[in-house]
């Protein structure tokens, strides 16, 4: 298996994909909340939670206030 930096794969993707921390990529369209408090991303109807690392955060705050 080959790695691939994430600036790469990103880079591949449709815009709705955004980085939320050094080892997370997400469908922005599955995201229903943010908790800035404990830097973490709601993702779909099951609880599933991704982190937020600090180089993200207003990043995608900023994302997620859009929709």
């Known amino acids: 298996h080959k790695r691939y930096p994430s600036e790469i794969v990103i880079a591949q ?3 709705n994909f955004i980085q939320s ?3 997370f990529i997400v469908n ?3 995201v229903n909340s943010y908790d800035p408090t404990n ?7 099951h609880n599933i939670s991704t982190p937020v690392g600090r180089k ?3 990043y995608v705050k ?6």
């Open 21 to 23: 921390h050094r080892s």
């Open 39 to 45: 830097a973490l991303l709601y993702l779909g109807n």
């Open 28 to 30: 922005s369209d599955y």
């Open 56 to 58: 993200y955060k207003d």
């Open 13 to 15: 993707l449709p815009p």
């Open 62 to 67: 900023k994302i997620i206030s859009r929709d």
